[in-house]
């Protein structure tokens, strides 16, 4: 698998966040639901509009969602430098980390999912 390692400073990102349980496998089906309704909403134009730092285009973040349970807050997101927010989106500030980026091909979500 082609992959490459990165280190990113601290970054902004504004989007839409739904938290998932990843025990019963909600997140597998619920998350590319997600996808499906920022596209039709057109939230996802909405967010390329906002997407003004070096990362360019829509990303799906995973995070903690900080609970003792077994879910993960999802985000559609771009990444943003600023402070104003149109209504119902949301802003994360990510750490400074070392990234592993991962190549992934073909149909989505299968291969997102498989990868």
């Not at 939230?43 to 995070?63: E, P, R, W, Y």
């Not at 879910?71 to 771009?78: C, K, P, R």
Request: charged letters at 25%; glycine letters at 10%; one cysteine or more.
């Amino acid at each position: 698998m082609n992959h490459k390692m990165i280190e990113k400073d601290p970054f902004q990102v504004v989007g839409v966040k739904r938290t998932f349980s990843s025990s019963n496998g909600e997140h597998v089906t619920g998350i590319p639901k997600l996808w499906e309704e920022v596209h039709q909403d057109g939230t996802i134009d909405l967010l390329l509009t906002l997407n003004n730092g070096s990362l360019k285009g829509v990303l799906g973040v995973c995070a903690s969602s900080g609970d003792a349970e077994q879910t993960i807050d999802y985000w559609i997101a771009v990444e943003h430098n600023g402070d104003a927010l149109p209504d119902g989106l949301a802003k994360f500030e990510i750490p400074s980390s070392k990234w592993v980026v991962f190549e992934v091909r073909g149909p989505m979500p299968e291969a997102m999912q498989k990868a």
